[in-house]
């Protein structure tokens, strides 16, 4: 089995930074590539940051020289650094991990539970 925890939201103001960080743990062989979702009351699930075990990465528009996606492989971890938060940042957001458990089977995707973001003054 697999587990993917999030940790690191919260309330800041606008124009404030946070970090997000997320472990996967348990049954895992490898992990693929990594990412940041997150959703706003009434919108769907949306691509913040992705990035591949070598290190490509792929941002949304919007969080473009904002957020800073990185990734410890010997960890299992992933983080986003979020800087010059917008009140249009707030959402939940959701760690992705694409796992693969044994030889010969394709990854899985496994998600986290969320973590509340909130900018405001």
């Known amino acids: 089995q697999v587990q993917v925890v999030e940790s690191g939201g919260g309330l800041v103001q606008p124009g404030g930074s946070l970090r997000l960080s997320c472990l996967a743990s348990g049954r895992i062989l490898s992990i693929v590539d990594m990412g940041w979702y997150r959703q706003a009351p009434g919108n769907q699930r949306e691509l913040v940051a992705r990035?591949?075990?070598?290190?490509?990465?792929n941002y949304t528009d919007s969080v473009k020289g904002r957020f800073t996606i990185s990734r410890d492989n010997a960890k299992k971890m992933v983080y986003l650094q979020m800087n010059s938060l917008k009140p249009e940042d707030t959402a939940v957001y959701y760690c992705?991990?694409?796992?693969?458990?044994?030889?010969?089977?394709?990854?899985?995707?496994?998600w986290g539970q969320g973590t509340q973001v909130t900018v405001s003054a």
């Open positions: 992705n991990v694409e796992v693969v458990v044994r030889l010969g089977v394709r990854p899985d995707d496994h």
């Open positions: 990035i591949t075990p070598d290190g490509s990465i």
